[in-house]
Protein backbone atom coordinates (compact mmCIF):
# COMPACT_ATOMS: atom_id res chain seq x y z
CA UNK A 1 0.00 0.00 0.00
CA UNK A 2 1.64 3.60 -0.99
CA UNK A 3 1.58 6.33 1.49
CA UNK A 4 -0.68 9.00 1.67
CA UNK A 5 0.47 12.13 2.92
CA UNK A 6 -1.50 15.92 3.67
CA UNK A 7 -1.70 18.05 0.50
CA UNK A 8 -0.49 21.26 2.57
CA UNK A 9 -1.36 24.71 1.62
CA UNK A 10 1.37 27.19 1.98
CA UNK A 11 1.13 30.30 3.98
CA UNK A 12 2.01 32.01 0.50
CA UNK A 13 -1.18 30.72 -0.86
CA UNK A 14 -3.27 32.83 1.09
CA UNK A 15 -3.99 35.94 0.27
CA UNK A 16 -5.76 38.85 1.61
CA UNK A 17 -6.83 41.17 -1.14
CA UNK A 18 -8.70 44.85 -0.72
CA UNK A 19 -11.56 45.83 -2.75
CA UNK A 20 -12.10 49.25 -4.46
CA UNK A 21 -15.57 49.31 -4.39
CA UNK A 22 -16.44 49.22 -7.73
CA UNK A 23 -18.76 47.63 -10.02
CA UNK A 24 -17.62 44.94 -10.69
CA UNK A 25 -15.56 44.55 -7.88
CA UNK A 26 -11.56 45.35 -8.77
CA UNK A 27 -9.16 43.14 -5.81
CA UNK A 28 -5.63 43.84 -5.09
CA UNK A 29 -3.27 42.64 -2.41
CA UNK A 30 -1.26 45.11 0.06
CA UNK A 31 2.60 43.70 0.95
CA UNK A 32 1.46 44.56 4.68
CA UNK A 33 -0.69 42.68 5.45
CA UNK A 34 0.30 39.38 3.64
CA UNK A 35 3.51 39.57 5.76
CA UNK A 36 1.64 37.39 8.39
CA UNK A 37 -2.05 36.50 7.72
CA UNK A 38 -4.85 34.61 9.66
CA UNK A 39 -7.96 34.48 8.80
CA UNK A 40 -10.47 33.10 11.86
CA UNK A 41 -14.45 31.89 11.67
CA UNK A 42 -16.16 30.98 14.87
CA UNK A 43 -19.67 30.39 15.92
CA UNK A 44 -21.04 30.98 19.61
CA UNK A 45 -23.35 28.35 20.74
CA UNK A 46 -26.13 28.54 23.48
CA UNK A 47 -25.91 26.05 25.45
CA UNK A 48 -29.67 24.71 26.89
CA UNK A 49 -30.27 22.01 29.02
CA UNK A 50 -33.27 19.35 29.24
CA UNK A 51 -34.47 17.15 32.49
CA UNK A 52 -34.92 13.27 31.95
CA UNK A 53 -38.24 12.58 32.30
CA UNK A 54 -38.11 8.91 32.45
CA UNK A 55 -35.39 9.20 35.76
CA UNK A 56 -35.47 12.98 36.94
CA UNK A 57 -32.04 11.34 39.40
CA UNK A 58 -30.42 11.29 36.29
CA UNK A 59 -28.03 13.87 34.84
CA UNK A 60 -30.14 16.23 32.29
CA UNK A 61 -28.77 16.50 28.59
CA UNK A 62 -27.31 19.58 26.89
CA UNK A 63 -28.22 20.30 23.62
CA UNK A 64 -27.05 23.61 21.87
CA UNK A 65 -27.85 25.57 19.05
CA UNK A 66 -25.53 28.65 17.30
CA UNK A 67 -25.99 31.62 18.52
CA UNK A 68 -24.17 34.00 16.19
CA UNK A 69 -21.17 33.50 13.28
CA UNK A 70 -18.26 35.59 13.13
CA UNK A 71 -15.12 36.21 11.62
CA UNK A 72 -11.74 38.25 11.47
CA UNK A 73 -8.27 38.49 9.77
CA UNK A 74 -5.42 40.12 10.90
CA UNK A 75 -2.36 40.70 9.22
CA UNK A 76 1.10 41.82 10.12
CA UNK A 77 4.18 42.43 7.90
CA UNK A 78 6.94 45.27 7.29
CA UNK A 79 5.75 48.66 6.42
CA UNK A 80 5.00 49.45 2.83
CA UNK A 81 5.74 52.90 2.55
CA UNK A 82 3.38 53.49 0.08
CA UNK A 83 0.42 52.27 1.69
CA UNK A 84 0.80 53.36 5.41
CA UNK A 85 -1.43 56.49 5.15
CA UNK A 86 -4.25 54.05 3.34
CA UNK A 87 -3.93 51.62 6.29
CA UNK A 88 -4.23 54.63 8.84
CA UNK A 89 -7.42 56.54 7.35
CA UNK A 90 -9.13 52.85 7.22
CA UNK A 91 -9.74 52.96 10.97
CA UNK A 92 -12.38 52.70 12.20
CA UNK A 93 -14.45 52.42 8.53
CA UNK A 94 -15.69 49.89 6.02
CA UNK A 95 -13.56 48.19 3.76
CA UNK A 96 -14.31 44.90 1.12
CA UNK A 97 -12.26 42.32 1.81
CA UNK A 98 -11.50 39.34 0.15
CA UNK A 99 -9.52 36.27 1.63
CA UNK A 100 -8.72 33.42 -0.64
CA UNK A 101 -7.07 30.39 -1.62
CA UNK A 102 -6.44 31.01 -5.75
CA UNK A 103 -8.78 27.98 -7.86
CA UNK A 104 -9.71 26.44 -4.35
CA UNK A 105 -11.66 28.82 -2.05
CA UNK A 106 -12.86 32.39 -0.96
CA UNK A 107 -14.40 34.42 1.81
CA UNK A 108 -15.55 37.94 0.97
CA UNK A 109 -17.35 40.35 2.06
CA UNK A 110 -17.52 43.89 4.38
CA UNK A 111 -14.75 43.66 7.17
CA UNK A 112 -14.26 46.60 9.79
CA UNK A 113 -10.61 48.17 10.61
CA UNK A 114 -10.82 47.69 14.24
CA UNK A 115 -6.66 48.28 14.87
CA UNK A 116 -4.05 49.59 13.09
CA UNK A 117 -0.20 49.01 15.00
CA UNK A 118 2.77 50.27 13.70
CA UNK A 119 5.84 49.91 15.47
CA UNK A 120 9.56 50.58 15.24
CA UNK A 121 12.87 50.61 16.31
CA UNK A 122 16.20 52.26 15.63
CA UNK A 123 18.26 50.47 13.09
CA UNK A 124 15.35 48.06 12.26
CA UNK A 125 12.60 48.01 9.64
CA UNK A 126 9.39 49.10 10.48
CA UNK A 127 6.70 46.85 11.27
CA UNK A 128 2.48 47.17 11.15
CA UNK A 129 -0.25 44.83 12.02
CA UNK A 130 -4.22 44.92 11.16
CA UNK A 131 -7.35 43.61 12.64
CA UNK A 132 -10.28 43.52 10.46
CA UNK A 133 -13.83 42.23 12.20
CA UNK A 134 -16.74 41.39 9.87
CA UNK A 135 -19.24 44.56 9.41
CA UNK A 136 -21.78 41.86 7.77
CA UNK A 137 -22.08 37.49 7.24
CA UNK A 138 -19.21 37.23 4.57
CA UNK A 139 -20.02 34.43 1.89
CA UNK A 140 -17.80 31.63 1.79
CA UNK A 141 -17.90 30.05 -1.72
CA UNK A 142 -15.18 28.02 -4.11
CA UNK A 143 -13.09 30.42 -6.32
CA UNK A 144 -13.44 29.96 -9.59
CA UNK A 145 -10.08 31.83 -10.21
Known amino acids: MTDT ?3 VVSGEEILIQIGNGAD ?3 WAHDCLINGARSLSLTASTRDQTLPNCTDPSK ?3 TVRDV ?3 DSQITGEGKVHGSSMLAWMQRVGKIIPIRVRKAGVWRVAGPYI ?3 FDLTGTPREF ?4 VT ?3 ADQPTIDADAG
Not at 126 to 129: D, F, L
Open 126 to 129: ATAS
Open 67 to 69: DAL
Open 5 to 7: YVD
Open 59 to 61: PDK
Open 113 to 115: LTQ
Open 132 to 134: LVQ
Open 24 to 26: PEV
